[in-house]
């Protein structure tokens, strides 16, 4: 089928088997309009399952109340599990420095299981007002050393919060990953006021019932950029090749790519392996270390299965 760039549409909710689509007409970015869309059975024949974040061709386009038909679904970039979200471009690993206590541990998890995702990846630091500034800077320089530039807020010092939601009006769709306790929702209610209230007409155009539990949106926070608001997101599960798992730090990334270093064997995976070059002098190892054994014994553990 040939796309008409005209009509194409990019998904920001998914209810039942309506879906919200906002209709991107590149011409003149600022005319879009958001529309209230069924899917075309024959996609639905193919298997073929549309998800908030995917972009979409739009046909029988009806302006004045606001409905179309969703004809088509173009080739995703990516596709996280849970929740379901495509096309994400930035990730933004957030985390509390106190209350609860930063786990360097969980966090370094957090950070290779975006990485998997193929995603920009970012590192926000909240609640650094319970911290001194020299703690501050001594845990920025260790993030930097991990290959992360860590954004800090602070309750008492807003212009990191401006430069930061400048940032994400530059990204095509952010999402934020961390544990509970470190501040997403209470981030994301100040870069989308009134969240909560959004969508509560949605109910009237489909005419059904206000549904209490709410699902995965994207937010518009300029012409071209969107962030997701995603109800108990946590992490992602990690499934990746144990021989690309090294790609995923950034340490080690570098030496083989960056400064050319081989180890005898194509399959080293920087352990104990013979012939092994690695300078494994970095902070994560331990953990990249951690996570190789624990990927190996769950290797095992299937082939035995």
Known sequence: MRTDSKNLGLVTKKFNEFFLVDYQNKENFKK????????????????????????????????????????????????????????????YIIFSVEEPKLNLSQLNRFLISSESIGAEVSLVLTKCDLISEKRKKFLIDKFKKWGYKATDLNLQKPDNFKNLLAELREKKCSIFMGPSGVGKTTLLKMIIPGLRN?????????????????????????????????????????????????????????????????????????????????????????FYKEMIESSKSHYYQNQED
């Open 32 to 91: 879009s309009k958001r529309f209230l869309c069924k899917v075309k059975k024959s996609i639905n024949f193919k298997d073929q399952l549309i998800y908030v974040g995917d972009e979409v061709v739009i046909d029988h386009i009806d302006h004045k109340s606001k409905r179309a038909l969703i004809t088509s679904l173009k080739k995703r970039k990516n596709l996280l599990n849970r929740p379901s979200v495509a096309n994400i471009s930035d990730i």
């Open 198 to 286: 959004i969508t509560a007409p949605v109910s009237k155009k489909i005419k059904r019932g206000k549904n209490t539990t709410r699902n995965i949106e994207l937010f518009s926070l300029s012409n071209t950029s969107y962030i997701v608001d995603t109800p108990g997101f946590n992490m992602q599960t990690l499934d990746v090749d144990i021989r690309l798992l090294s790609n995923l730090y950034s340490e080690i990334y570098k030496q083989v790519i960056e400064k050319g270093i081989r180890c005898k064997f194509r399959n080293c995976l920087h352990l104990n392996d013979e012939g092994c070059n690695l300078d494994k002098s970095f902070e994560r190892y331990s």
